[in-house]
């Protein structure tokens, strides 16, 4: 292969990696191997993304830092992409979801291992009935299927399954002896702590529970509980689940990438009841919230570490050992993804075919027009062991 040489137009780009959050973006901009100056490039008028382009491997990559998570502000940032890059062949979505404990094709899926998503589901399309259920038996809409690009790309990344293992845990050993890594290591067996769905994330006994109207109890929890670290609850080990059986990544093993389909939606998981009803109903492996809005767009895969079991004891413990994950193993994937001539797109464009971008070429005006209905989402909603909340969590 020759050498790479420095991307000459914004067309030559066909990678976006797309982080939710700026950790992830950090991490995910430590395995750039060379950076470009995003002011050579430009962007298109009405673009508000902020992007960091560089190389991985021979791939140009444009890192698209989203303001924030949810399906809504992923929407508006792959639309901005696909007008300001116009040649993007694949696009990544990149960081840390709930994961379903579930035996999956053999392995179970303890925190710290890695998904990568077949397919999404959105599972918050659904209707709000009054016993505070989401019903989404007959409304569960599939987003359209993967190109076949994709498809193939999935079909490889799996049939070299143990090559990608192999690799995702040497970037993952190289990315954490770097300093500024220091707080992302294995945080221990010890500290995957899997609690019965039943049991809930609350004050245990209604009298240390101080709030002043919705107080913590049988059916319900109150909000500063919400707040609180399981230890500050007191929440009883003696309601764990003996998770992480023979076969889960140890302190000396690899962490296990499982492949299986992802809910995604602006309904942040933290239920175990809910979790695991959905996980039957929609045979999913794991909870996201920005996969189904960069779908609308781009067809795209989703590569997330498993940084909480989607409960109400969800906890942050996990997180920065989860984003190393996904990072190291986006990049292991990226060595399996065969890109085609970065000129293709710029031929499309002079022959007035813009990939896959559909409507008005005119990002103003698709942004303008509420295409993503940014009034109704001010803030994700989340699913809570009782209720139903509208807040970012
Ligand atoms: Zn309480
Ligand atoms: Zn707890």
Redesign the pocket.
């Known amino acids: 292969m020759a050498e790479p040489t420095k991307p000459v137009d914004r067309h030559a780009f066909q990678i976006a990696i797309i982080c939710a959050l700026e950790k992830e973006s950090k991490t995910a901009d430590a395995f750039l191997e060379e950076h470009f100056d995003s002011a050579d490039y430009g962007k298109e008028e009405g673009d508000r993304n902020i992007y960091t382009l560089g190389r991985i491997a021979s791939y140009n990559v444009v890192l698209v830092h989203l303001p924030g998570p949810g399906k809504t502000v992923a929407a508006t940032a792959a639309t901005s992409l696909g007008f300001s890059f116009r040649n993007i062949k694949l696009a990544l979505v990149v960081g840390v979801c709930g994961g379903v404990p579930k035996i999956h094709e053999g392995k179970a899926i303890v925190l710290g291992d890695i998904i990568i998503s077949t397919g999404l589901v959105q599972y918050d399309m659904g209707r709000q009935y009054p016993t505070k259920r989401i019903k989404i038996d007959d409304i569960g809409r599939d987003l359209p299927r993967p190109t076949t690009e994709i498809l193939a790309f999935l079909a490889k990344l799996k049939s070299d399954r143990d090559e990608l293992k192999t690799e995702t845990a040497a970037h993952l050993d190289a990315l954490l002896q770097e300093k500024s890594f220091e707080g992302s290591q294995f945080p221990g067996a010890h500290q995957d702590k899997l609690?019965q769905p039943t049991y809930h994330?609350k004050h245990h006994q209604m009298e240390v529970c101080n709030a002043m109207y919705v107080k913590c109890g049988p059916y319900s929890t109150c909000d500063d509980s919400r707040k609180m670290?399981?230890g500050e609850?007191c929440?009883a080990e003696e309601n764990l689940v003996a998770w992480r059986p023979p076969g889960a990544a140890t302190e000396t093993e690899t962490p296990n990438i499982h492949f299986g389909r992802i809910a995604s939606g602006d309904l942040v998981m933290k239920s175990g009841e809910h979790r695991d009803e959905i996980a039957i109903q929609e045979q999913i492996i794991a909870f996201e919230t920005e996969g189904a809005g960069v779908w609308e767009k781009f067809n795209c895969v989703v590569i997330k570490g498993v940084g909480h079991y989607a409960d109400?004891?969800k906890n942050k413990v996990w997180q920065p050992y989860a984003r190393a994950t996904a990072v190291a193993c986006t990049k292991a994937c990226l060595k399996l993804w065969v890109g085609s001539d970065p000129e293709a797109g710029r031929r499309n464009e002079r022959g007035g075919q813009y990939f896959y971008m559909t409507g008005e070429h005119n990002l103003a005006a698709q942004l303008g027009r509420g295409a993503f209905n940014n009034q109704q989402h001010d803030g994700a909603f989340y699913q809570g062991a009782g209720a139903r909340y509208n807040k970012s969590a």
Do not use: G, Q
């Open positions: 609690f994330h670290t399981c609850l929440c109400s004891h």
